[in-house]
């Protein structure tokens, strides 16, 4: 049943009938409001085939989901591998126990995290993008890249932190060194922990790398765009262009849920698992 | 740098404009977002359906799609032609953070035990009195560092509205990088300060706050 089931009763008789003039009336004002962008469109001449012709020739259906899902979905995948390391560095540099090396680290983390990420992306761009230099498609990984590793730093640093102490002492115990314990004992649980959080990260990344927009890179955004431009379809692009983020984006979410079920199993997620499912990370107040 | 100096009432300026933003999109999404957690758990299914479907949609689009939808598309069909920037941001950051705020509050109320909502229904309260009086009060403590978490990146993607025009401080950066090409990295920094300060100062309240219930649990 539904969680929401103890907040009231199984209703009575009365309560069904009020219950069912509510739905009435919350779907006539649903059906009402889609009636009235219906008929909006309609008056506007937003209805007619030529602004929908687009999305059905395959040639702007290969253009839609070559160049602009397959490029959004790369730079996604260079970004996530990046962050991946990024985070494992900067994530294990915050546990270090040289203060040399944990303070820097926490600086880079904390920065990263707290700037917007478009203003970071632009400010790649411009300096180092234009040119001669790494490109827009590769600005907008670099900046993916910063800001999806620090949040994943901070994954990894609450992941390796969630590791039973006593796998570590067990370790040191039977005489390894820090760096193998660090590698062979508490990275594969904190990551097989972590999982579902990294994939939820992945989520993330791929919406960001709508942010590509701001500098012309590559990608759905930026197609969508120039099909617009073209044939003067804003509202048919918007909803085309939405819903391949959305199915991308629910079938990572399904990976999720199926790496969980699988590696994990149905124990509870680790309460800081929140970091990475919260939409852009951001700063924890618990610090 | 001397150009950001000068005429760093601009800067000010910027920063203020980002900080109306995020207040009132953020007392919106407030609003607007208890209401559709409230519904997501409320005893209408149709209701309930309704902020499921809305949340997963809103979740799964880019931030900037719906910038697009709201400054672009939905003027081809008559909308927001006439509406200020200001608003429009506001609207864009409230349809796609309310969604965030929607599931922190469910998430809240499902942590509330389930004997106390028992009770209250034992005792013959309506399910707006069980939640308003006993659910919401004490999901608050769950709910609230979620809730700034989510507040916390809703500031920081307000920087998506300079792309749209509006020259909060991303924009402003975006101003002073193109016309001072030597000093990027010195004016990218005194920017990313700006936005740090915010964030950490956001985060300091919140936590201090939570220090303060904690004492009274």
């Not at chain 1, 759905?220 to 804003?234: C, D, M, P, V």
């Not at chain 2, 919106?28 to 949609?57: C, D, E, H, K, W």
Request: glycine residues 8%; proline residues 4%; aromatic residues 12%.
């Amino acid at each position: 049943m539904s969680s929401g089931n103890v907040l009231f009763d199984a209703p009575g008789p009365r309560t069904i009938a009020r219950h069912r003039i509510y739905s009435v009336a919350a779907w006539v004002v649903l059906v009402l409001a889609i009636l009235l962008v219906v008929k909006r469109m309609n008056d506007e001449g937003e209805l007619v085939y030529d602004k929908w012709e687009p999305f059905l020739t395959p040639d702007y259906i290969r253009v839609l989901l070559v160049d602009g899902l397959w490029q959004t979905v790369q730079a996604a995948v260079f970004a996530i591998l990046g962050a991946v390391v990024f985070g494992l560095v900067f994530g294990i540099g915050k546990l270090s126990e040289h203060a040399w090396l944990r303070w820097p680290s926490w600086a880079v983390v904390e920065f990263f995290r707290a700037v917007p990420l478009l203003l970071l992306i632009i400010f790649i761009f411009f300096t180092y993008g234009t040119g001669d230099g790494i490109g827009s498609f590769w600005s907008l990984v670099l900046g993916l890249l910063l800001y999806n590793g620090s949040v994943l730093a901070e994954v990894f640093r609450a992941g390796i932190n969630a590791v039973p102490k006593g796998q570590a002492e067990a370790a040191y115990a039977i005489g390894m060194r820090k760096s193998q314990v660090m590698v062979t004992v508490l990275l594969p649980q904190a990551v097989k922990i972590m999982l579902p959080a990294i994939i939820s990260q992945m989520v993330v990344a791929l919406k960001d790398t709508s942010l590509g927009y701001a500098i012309l890179a590559p990608g759905l955004t930026r197609i969508g765009k120039s099909i617009y431009g073209e044939f003067g379809n804003q509202f048919q692009t918007v909803i085309v262009v939405a819903s391949l983020y959305i199915a991308v984006n629910l079938l990572l979410t399904w990976l999720a849920t199926w790496v969980q079920k699988r590696f994990v199993g149905e124990k509870k997620m680790l309460s800081v698992s929140m970091v990475g499912e919260q939409d852009q990370g951001s700063t924890q107040p618990t610090r | 740098m001397d150009d950001v100096i000068n005429n760093f009432d601009l800067v000010l300026k910027a920063f203020w404009l980002t900080i109306q933003l995020t207040v009132l999109s953020g007392l919106a999404s407030l609003f607007l977002g208890t209401l559709l957690g409230a519904l997501r758990v409320g005893p209408i299914s149709v209701l309930r359906q309704f902020a499921s479907i809305y949340v997963s949609v809103v979740r799964n689009t880019p931030l900037l799609v719906i910038f697009i939808f709201v400054f672009i598309a939905a003027p081809t069909l008559g909308w927001f032609i006439e509406t200020p920037f200001l608003l429009k941001g506001v609207i864009t950051m409230t349809i796609y953070t309310s969604a965030f705020v929607c599931e922190n509050v469910r998430s809240g109320v499902n942590s509330v035990a389930l004997g106390q909502a028992e009770a209250a229904r034992a005792i013959g309260l309506t399910f707006t009195q069980v939640m308003s009086q006993i659910i919401l009060p004490q999901s608050f403590r769950a709910i609230v560092p979620p809730l700034v978490s989510t507040l916390i990146a809703m500031t920081k993607n307000t920087s998506i509205a300079a792309v749209f025009g509006l020259m909060e401080a991303t924009g402003r950066m975006r101003y002073f990088t193109n016309n001072n090409a030597d000093d990027r990295p010195l004016i990218f920094l005194t920017f990313a300060l700006g936005y740090v300060i915010i964030v950490e100062l956001m985060s300091f309240g919140a936590s201090r706050l939570e220090r303060r219930w904690q004492v009274a649990r």
